[in-house]
């Protein structure tokens, strides 16, 4: 199991104590399977708040962390006979808390137990929000009530802002993330099935000892946003949308799309769209900066969007009058990023808005703006995803046809002509710098002529 240096978790466990000021901070560790019980039934993957601050990727532990005299224990079961003949004379708790700083292991059940004391000397317990059965179970039987504000701040204070050795790992997955899309671009051909290419990244992945962070979407149908079926035969004339990332053995994430032609050739149609969301793309990154809102970026991208589309006489009319409608989520019905770091949606759990959006920073329900997960500030640090697209779904495109929405600006008799052509997003991976941002890991060719290149 490789591990930072343990002073490092020491490090982010006292900053953590001294942001939640007081009390004990409980931070769960995920259980071996959804149905908790014994290895080899799902793969395991362990909570990345214990990954951040514990570091052992290891199933059921727990640990306490006690804000007035920074103590942390671990709880869990130390290694049995059952353990060594099902999974290998592995490294001991004891040896693996030691190498994350920790010096005091307990059993599992003395978690219930040191919580009950705490709460009977009416100290405070700050939990994050449950997401898995075990979670519930536990919070349940210690009698606990709501997660805890001021612990889900404090992590994303921490964990938002990254290191340089966290900025390494990351830029390993996005490394080994774009070998495996230049290797789809090289490997698709007509005649092929999407699951083909899907193996033959899987391999590349898995020969950099490395996972994928996410169900890769791969697909002739981009349009689906989150299409995780592989089944298609690719046919000259389609697109197709890979996004798919790496996630390194310490479960940093990378998640990146390309788009490319199945023939290797762009058609006119195909390039005109293309160029647009290439541009999107470049004009998002060079928005992101210290002190930007992320939604002021997503706003601008999309009108960049509505301006090329006004070109193309696919929409006409205001400019302005057509953002503030929200109308450019009929072609973009997704946000342009969100936080990643050790989850591909970085910290989501605790909370899609309380991560992607600040105190009194109101969700939008318009089309184009319920999807956006990250609207705050950003701040030096953050990492982030920049990823606009265009799609053209049929049913969406038609059902507001239908009920005459938008028609003074949507010429809908023109969008006839693209209702074959599925979806393009383009989308690399970003950290803020105090000068404006830089695109994590090597370039991943994303030019139409580099594109058409590599797949000659
Ligand atoms: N990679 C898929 C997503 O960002 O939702
Ligand atoms: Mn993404």
Redesign the pocket.
């Known amino acids: 199991m490789r591990l930072f240096d343990a002073q490092l978790y020491i490090d982010r466990r006292t900053r953590l104590c001294e942001e939640v000021q007081s009390g004990i901070i409980w931070i769960m560790g995920n259980g071996e399977s959804a149905c908790n019980y014994k290895d080899n039934t799902y793969p395991f993957r362990q909570n990345s708040n214990f990954l951040y601050y514990f570091g052992i990727n290891a199933p059921d532990l727990n640990a306490l962390l006690d804000c007035e005299t920074g103590e942390a224990v671990i709880y869990g079961h130390e290694l049995t006979m059952d353990d060594i003949i099902w999974m290998g004379e592995i490294d001991k708790l004891s040896n693996l808390a030691r190498k994350v700083g920790v010096t005091k292991i307990k059993e599992p059940a003395a978690l219930q137990t040191d919580i009950a004391k705490a709460k009977s000397k009416g100290i405070s317990v700050h939990f994050t929000p449950a997401y898995r059965l075990e979670h519930h179970e536990a919070v349940h039987q210690a009698g606990l009530d709501y997660p805890s504000l001021s612990l889900i701040e404090a992590i994303f204070n921490q964990r938002a802002i990254k290191s340089d050795l966290e900025l390494q790992e990351m830029a390993k997955a996005v490394n080994i993330t774009g070998e495996m899309h230049v290797a789809a671009m090289q490997f698709s051909k007509a005649g092929k099935y999407e699951y083909e290419v899907v193996a033959e990244i899987t391999r590349i992945c898995k020969a950099h000892n490395a996972d994928f962070s ?1 169900g890769p ?1 791969f697909s002739i149908d981009g349009q689906v946003l ?1 299409n995780h079926h592989h089944a298609n035969l690719m046919k000259d004339g389609r697109l197709v949308l890979n ?1 798919s ?1 790496a996630q390194t053995d310490m479960l940093y994430a990378g ?1 990146i ?1 390309r788009t490319f032609p199945v023939s290797g050739r762009f058609t006119d149609q195909q390039k005109e769209i293309y160029q647009i969301v290439l541009e999107m793309e470049k004009k998002g990154i060079m928005s992101c900066k210290p002190g930007v809102y992320y939604r002021d970026v997503h706003l601008t991208v999309c009108k960049l969007m509505i301006e090329r589309f006004k070109e193309l006489g696919i929409l006409n009319g205001d400019s302005d009058a057509m953002l503030e409608q929200g109308i450019y989520g009929l072609f973009m019905p997704h946000g342009l990023g ?1 936080m990643i770091g050790l989850d ?2 970085d910290m989501e759990d605790l909370g899609e808005n309380h991560i992607g959006y600040e105190a009194g920073q109101e969700r939008s329900k318009l089309l184009g703006l319920k999807s956006l997960r990250l609207a705050r500030k950003l701040q030096t640090g953050f990492t982030l ?1 920049v ?1 606009p697209g265009i799609y053209f779904i049929p049913q969406l495109i038609e059902k507001y046809k239908a009920a005459h929405l938008f028609s003074d600006y949507v010429n809908y008799n023109k969008l006839e002509a693209y209702y074959d052509f599925g979806g393009i997003r383009v989308e690399d991976n970003i950290v803020v710098t105090q000068e404006g941002c830089e695109v994590i890991g090597d370039y991943i060719p994303k030019e139409m002529e580099e594109i058409e290149s590599i797949m000659q």
Do not use: P
Request: aromatic share 8%; net charge negative.
């Open positions: 996410y979407i989150h996004d990332g998640d799309t969100h591909v949606h995803t990823e």
